[in-house]
């Protein structure tokens, strides 16, 4: 199954969303983009759609430091930008976004200038790194995740993650 099987919305974080349009969203992505959540973006049709839909949600970089300030949380900025890989310590293996994974260590792409230096309420850590203390985060109650680096491009281990999130959302075998 490719992205093209799945039926889906891309929203552009500066675009308003039209409800009466969207008749349900079942699973939410906040992907990554310069700046950060404090500078002048218009993340208003995320915010909308965190507050009003008790979905699957992953963020990614600035969709996971956006997750954060969003249950208050800070952002700081790094001494350097990253951009590079950068090993991970994976704190939780029963969590169900980690299943198949072997290792508690995991390379992920980076490429950010933020961080957010402690975990925002209701959250947990599920892994770290030498550079940021909250790589990836969970809601305690909620499948709400938060990835500071890119899954994604990160290797054999990032897509299972992907393929886990996706899972969760009721779409088996979709990555």
Do not use: W
Not at 8 to 33: A, C, K
Not at 63 to 77: D, N, S, T
Not at 111 to 123: E, G, L, S, V
Not at 144 to 156: L, M, R, W
Request: glycine share 8%.
């Amino acid at each position: 199954m490719d992205d093209k099987d799945i039926p889906h919305l891309i929203i552009d974080h500066n675009e308003q969303i039209d409800f009466p349009r969207i008749p349900e969203i079942t699973r939410l992505m906040i992907s990554g983009g310069k700046g950060n959540p404090y500078e002048p973006l218009n993340l208003t049709a995320n915010y909308v759609a965190m507050m009003n839909f008790n979905v699957p949600t992953v963020g990614f970089c600035l969709g996971h430091e956006f997750i954060a300030v969003l249950y208050q949380a800070k952002v700081k900025r790094l001494p350097e930008y990253q951009n590079k890989k950068q090993r991970l310590i994976l704190t939780d293996m029963d969590d169900p976004i980690f299943s198949g994974i072997a290792q508690p260590e995991f390379v992920i792409q980076k490429k950010h200038q933020f961080h957010i230096p402690t975990c925002p309420k209701d959250f947990k850590i599920i892994a770290h790194s030498e550079v940021c203390p909250v790589e990836i985060i969970r809601h305690v109650e909620k499948p709400i995740y938060g990835f500071q680096g890119h899954p994604g491009v990160s290797g054999k281990d990032g897509l299972l993650m992907m393929s886990n999130f996706l899972k969760m959302c009721g779409l088996e075998g979709a990555a």
